[in-house]
């Protein structure tokens, strides 16, 4: 089977880890401070605060910009659980913007409107996260713009695109949002076996997200609530959780992001290459925005009308053909969850459309040329 999407382990990837594993420190070591920094410096952040998973990621960074019960938020319905459910842990409530038909971000006109309306009905959201599908960026400048003119706040989900570039900045600077969160799980861009990354460029919003990353426990003075007992001190002044990076994943993560530059260039060279070999298909191809340069996480197909009524076989028919074919995503607000929360059919008509038609064909860096034969050969056969 060639996988829609894989990790690349190299020798150097090994002996960072291995290195870790005979120091000192398993865990709140120096290691997990030093991939902060480079993730950071990577993006052109301030600062960069590492957890366990982009979820957790999501999470901290919504209780940091104070989102909780009676508050809204909104993200987009084509994208992962995660990107919805971090409001919910905070008790808000949890809703949704249609997407853009091309670029299959997150709509600036459908953003535009559901604001003006929800302003009229005094039904406003506290923070918006608009998601980066498949690696390319959503149009910032402009979400930037609204969030200004209506006061919400931004939590850019990256976790397709770190690597990415947006009007020739790196996703994660945070210009035009608060906090961009980063995945490092095995498929994405780069890994550190399984976690996630905030930057910022507020540091009040990074101090809070590392409380709340850690127990909500503290051993800097100035943060403490009145004088410490002792050098042993520590004082817990939030509520927070263990959502720690270990040492281990961080030296992966640093080790990887060495490459990180190469594997964005390789993905780029796929989805290139897809782009001039899979042109006659009866399929559209994936639209990238002038401003952006995606980091290619995902190469995504629309099937044509004719052939999206057939999704089902056709999927079917290259799997066992060999060729690890997957389908991101289906619309949030019709999984049986959020369904019994209220959310339909047809809220949210673009998205819906998108998921009858859309298929991930396999693109990882270190694809060959043979397994990219493999896989638009085993397309042209089952399509036509």
């Known amino acids: 089977m060639i996988p829609y999407g894989r990790q690349d382990i190299s020798q150097q990837d090994v002996d960072a880890v291995v290195a870790v594993l005979k120091s000192d420190f398993l865990t709140q070591g120096p290691v997990v401070p030093a991939f902060e920094a480079a993730v950071a410096e990577k993006v052109g952040a301030a600062h960069g605060v590492a957890v366990n998973s982009a979820t957790s990621a999501l999470h901290i960074a919504c209780l940091a910009l104070g989102l909780g019960p009676g508050d809204r938020m909104w993200t987009s319905p084509i994208t992962f659980v995660a990107s919805a459910n971090c409001g919910l842990y905070c008790g808000a409530e949890v809703d949704f913007v249609d997407i853009d038909p091309r670029s299959f971000n997150m709509s600036v006109p459908a953003l ?13 959201p506290k923070v918006v996260i608009p998601v980066h599908m498949a690696g390319q960026s959503c149009d910032m400048a402009a979400i930037g713009k609204l969030a200004r003119q209506y006061g919400f706040r931004i939590i850019e989900d990256a976790s397709h695109a770190i690597g990415a570039a947006y009007q020739g900045a790196a996703v994660g600077n945070c210009r035009h949002s608060d906090i961009t969160v980063f995945s490092f799980h095995p498929v994405k861009i780069i890994t550190t076996a399984e976690g996630g990354l905030a930057t910022t460029n507020d540091p009040e919003l990074a101090q809070a997200m590392r409380l709340a990353a850690s127990h909500g426990v503290t051993r800097e003075p100035d943060l403490m ?13 939030s509520l927070g959780y263990n959502y720690r990076m270990t040492e281990l994943q961080a030296a992966l993560g640093l080790s990887q992001l060495d490459r990180l530059d190469g594997f964005v260039a390789m993905r780029t ?6 782009d001039r070999r899979l042109a006659g298909l009866a399929v559209d191809l994936p639209w990238q925005h002038p401003d952006t340069a995606s980091a290619w996480h995902l190469y995504v197909l629309q099937l044509e009308s004719g052939l999206a009524r057939h999704k089902s076989r056709l999927f079917d028919e290259l799997r066992a053909s ?13 999984q049986p969850f959020y369904r019994a929360r209220g959310f339909a059919p047809g809220q949210f008509p673009v998205a819906e459309a998108y ?5 991930s064909i396999p693109l990882f860096a270190t694809m060959t040329d043979d397994q990219q034969t493999a896989v638009v050969n085993a397309l042209e056969q089952t399509l036509i």
């Open 355 to 359: 998921y009858q038609r859309a298929l």
């Open 269 to 274: 060279a796929r989805a290139a290459q897809y």
């Open 112 to 124: 535009e409107r559901k604001l003006a309306e929800a302003e009229r009905a005094g039904t406003l």
């Open 225 to 237: 609530d009145g004088p410490p007992d002792g050098g042993w001190s520590y004082h817990q002044i």
């Open 322 to 334: 060999g060729i690890g074919v997957n389908l991101h995503y289906s619309p949030v607000h019709l």
